[in-house]
């Protein structure tokens, strides 16, 4: 049984940093690649960012481009948001998500289980 589990939200400033965590179990990590996405109140759940099985290929949205970078350690079965410069509109409840695939996917429908998200507030 696949489990993911999220950590490492919280409320923060603008202009501050978070690292969110995903540890996965129940699957061949290496195997996989792995996304982040995230859904704000009233929007649907976005792309934030994925990185291939193998750690060579990673892929960002343009809205966190320069600010985001994921990463994974296949030592832990864990794979990471760091998060810098943040701001208010990327206050949202995020969700990592294990592909069916080792390639890079941006569309939540390609993505076979989720953690169960964890929430990031950025004050002004």
């Known amino acids: 049984q696949v489990q993911l589990v999220e950590s490492g939200g919280g409320l923060v400033q603008a202009g501050d940093s978070l690292r969110l965590s995903c540890a996965a179990s129940?699957?061949?990590?290496?195997?996989?690649?792995m996304g982040w996405f995230r859904q704000a109140p009233g929007k649907e759940r976005e792309f934030v960012a994925a990185?291939?099985?193998?750690?060579?290929?990673?892929f960002y949205a343009d809205s966190v481009k320069g600010r985001f970078t994921i990463s994974r350690d296949s030592a832990k079965n864990t794979v990471y948001l760091q998060m810098n410069s943040l701001k208010p509109e990327d206050t949202a409840v995020y969700y990592c998500?294990?592909?069916?695939?080792?390639?890079?996917?941006?569309?939540?429908?390609?993505?076979?289980?989720w953690g169960q998200g964890t929430q990031v507030t950025v004050s002004s």
């Open positions: 990185i291939s099985a193998s750690g060579s290929s990673i």
């Open positions: 998500a294990v592909s069916g695939a080792r390639a890079i996917f941006t569309s939540p429908d390609r993505y076979n289980h």
């Open positions: 129940g699957l061949t990590f290496s195997n996989y690649a």
